[in-house]
DNA sequence: CTCAAAAAATGAACGCGTTCAATATTTTTT
DNA sequence: AAAAAATATTGAACGCGTTCATTTTTTGAG
């Protein structure tokens, strides 16, 4: 019989979640007050700390969500064969900008970084960098990959370019959400010239 | 006779820019409260927001000056003859990172970096940004005046690969400003094992 | 020197995230 | 079913950055 409290609990949660990203999406982030989230989940303020740690740990299950999708979209696309470098490099970077802004805004995922940059010693920051960590050893297996398939050239450290090419993805990135103009195409054109140097040279034989 | 407000403003303006540093020092820029800068300095808080926009405008005026120091010190990098790629990299990246603590903790970096991310439109991340690119368009300019030498072969595309080490540079250093337990010297170590093969592979020749 | 206008200083008040002691509800024990 | 223990809810209060109406100081004209 204690099925009646976790029912309730399991019900506010889901409640406080759906109010959370409700308002986040219409009015923004850093709009949204504790205040309007709770009401609109018709809980009181000091029930929404019983269930989320502050207000900075309501971004992490989107941003969780979001970055485990696309990790899993970028195993299938390693799994295919490549023509050659940059291609290869084009697509898995294509898809993880294309799917950026599907469940976050620029403004949230500002606020995700910010937050991860601003208290490294929390939770929330401990798990985004594990995120990309994981996006930066996918690029790495992605180079290795192509470096067993014989396209890329024996003998080149793969998690050495592997994590040259994803910090400047990453850094693309945040230049990307800090400014509100930039649309996808243009990162995306912006990266590939960037990487084209070095996928050319490291490519085996051609050229 | 207008000399005495002049006076008393600079007067002012000193004291306070220097109870900031101080108490940013001593206790960190989160623990110092406006309220004690001004004690500090002297006035009441609501004259510190006469002299200062916010308390992260104060940040500005130390990252400009550890900034443009480096940026000169890079020039006189630049102007020198250098042996080979990777050497010249590690030394104006080694410039970089050895000055970045002058003045600045890794907190204060965490907080001007988390503060520029945050808030694009403000003045102090467009600062931040300008400076960043100028940094970015220095180690351009590096490999440019390599290839001149002749130490890159022709027709590398310096930008691209300018800023290809530049993100990456700057991205290993918001993982030093994050991580405390981590020193100049192993970031260093680190960011030369990634610029390792694309120094290699663009190199003139020899190899 | 006087006084009105301009400039600067002030601190109480506000907004919002967060905490916590008091209260209410659910579960367990008897 | 009543009492005790465990758990959850609540909203007033706190901390701190920031604002703004009011007061004080400085200036230059008469």
Redesign the interface.
Known sequence: MSGLRAQKKADKNRRILEAATTLFRKVGYDSARIEDIAEMAGVSVGTFYNYFKNKGDMLMATVSMEVEEVLAAGDAIIAREHEDVATALSELIGKYYDHSLTYLSKEMW??A??????Q?ETPF?QRY?ALDHRLSKQVCDLIRALQNRGVVRKG??CD??G???F??V???F?EF????EMDVDGLKASVA??????AL??SGDAA
């Open positions: 500002r606020t970084m910010s937050l991860s940059i601003a490294p920051s960098t080149v450290d050495a370019t994590e040259l090419i910090n400047n990453n850094m693309m945040i959400v800090k400014d509100e010239r960037q990487n084209a140097p070095l040279l490291m």
